[in-house]
Every structure is written in C-alpha cells, then in structure tokens.
C-alpha cells in the first residue's frame, strides 16, 4: 500500500500525523509532496500512478487566489484518477466509519477501502444507501417510499446490490448496521452526519465529466463544501489506467 501525503510546508502537523498514522495502520509506505499555493494540481497528478491513496491537506488560499484558480480540492477530487483522503479536522484512532452507498460501480470502491481500515483498526461501520440518483433525475414524481422500497427488495437491482455489498463488510467480521433516511441525498448524509459522530466518511468517486455529475446529481462537490470531517472518495484500481485520463485538463 502507497501513501503519497500532499501538504503545504506550514500545515498543521496534527494533520501530517494523521496521515502516518493512517499509513501504520495500513501497513502501508508514505511519501510526502510539498503543494504550491496557487493550488496548481501538476505535481499531484505527475506522483498519482506511483500511489494508492493520496492524503490531501487543502492549501490555504485567499479568496482572489480561489475565484482565480478554482477550490484546489475540487479538482484534484475531478482529475486525479487515484482515491483521496481530505483530512478535515483528523480524528483518530478511528471508530465509527459511515459508508455512503449510492448504487453506483464505484461502490465497491468504497467498500474496499472501509475493508481496508475497518479491520485493522476494529471501527464500527454504518452504511447510508440514498435514494437512487435516477430517482430526482428521470422520475421526478417517485416518492420516497418507491425509492426505499427499491432498496430493501431482494427482486431489485438496487436491493441486490446493497445486499451484495453489506454481505461482504458482514464476510470479514466488521461490525455494521444499516441506516436508512428520507428526503434528497444531500440532506440523508447531512442529517445522518449530524446525529453522529463518525471519525471517518467513506463514498465512492464520480464521474470525471462534469454533464455525467450533473446528471447523477452531484454528492462529492457538495459535501466538500460543508464536511467538517475526514471524507476518503474511493476509485477503483483500474480508473489511473482508464482511457478517460486523456480528456483531463488542469
């Protein structure tokens, strides 16, 4: 397991010890790169293929710096093809993670990732399917039971995959239970973030174009904007090596 930890050279080192404890508890290797301010993602991207996670402190930048350049953090989340750790306020050890399931194929992403941190360090898991994306997008006079009733079905492709993917948290051990909300997806992870008190936010990568996130409607950016707490955006393993990387600009 490779660690590549991104930090400007003043950050806070509550945060840089986070990510050697992250990367003790994976058994993994670190390094580390220094970020510029201007919040240029070059560097980031040129290191991405040599790593399997990339913990990124956010630089601090001023609010002209931000209009001119774009939130750092969105687009190293939109172009790396590499998943990413954002440590918001690091708590560790890690106890409680909240796995954010959507019913996409970066699902299983996911659940890698909390198989990888669960295990060794004992957290308890919740699993938070929202409402299908199709749902607000293609139907938008579904009501909230038909969407909830979809999930809970063993006959539905919905069903079938969170079933699919709660078996495998349950197959190695990993103490887990099922939350299930109502109302708009946003407002499912805000509320369930609220209520408790989750060390770690688990949800899986979206799609680098951006009509392909509006049409599912977007989760990742939204949260970036109000998270106050370490958020991991799984990719799979094949993504740094997907065709898609081409198309990518900084």
Request: aromatic letters at 8%; glycine letters at 6%; charged letters at 25%.
């Amino acid at each position: 397991m490779r660690l590549l930890a991104c930090f400007q050279d003043d950050q806070d080192q509550e945060m840089r010890a986070y990510a050697d404890n992250l990367c003790g508890l994976l058994q993994g290797q670190i390094s580390y790169l220094e970020i510029p301010t201007m919040g240029s993602i070059k560097p980031i991207k040129k290191e991405a293929g040599d790593c399997d996670l990339i913990v990124f402190g956010e630089p601090k930048q001023s609010l002209i710096n931000r209009l001119l350049t774009g939130h750092p953090c969105h687009k190293t989340v939109n172009q790396v093809p590499v998943s990413i750790l954002v440590p918001r306020r690091p708590r560790w050890p890690i106890q409680s993670i909240l796995l954010i399931v959507r019913i996409e194929e970066t699902d299983e992403a996911a659940v890698d990732w909390v198989g990888r941190l669960a295990r060794p360090s004992g957290a308890r898991v919740s699993i938070l399917p929202v409402s299908p994306s199709y749902h607000s997008v293609y139907a938008p006079i579904s009501s909230e039971e038909t969407a909830l009733g979809e999930l809970l079905s063993p006959y539905t492709q919905p069903g079938k995959q969170l079933r699919y993917l709660s078996r495998r948290i349950a197959q190695w051990q990993i103490e887990g239970t099922l939350r299930f909300r109502q109302g708009e997806p946003e407002w499912q992870i805000r509320w369930e973030v609220i209520d408790r008190n989750y060390d770690l936010i688990v949800i899986g990568a979206e799609p680098y174009r951006c009509w392909q996130r509006l049409v599912m409607a977007e989760l990742v950016a939204p949260m970036l904007g109000w998270l106050n707490r370490p958020l991991l955006i799984a990719r799979p393993l094949w993504a740094a090596h997907g065709t898609e990387g081409d198309e990518r600009h900084d």
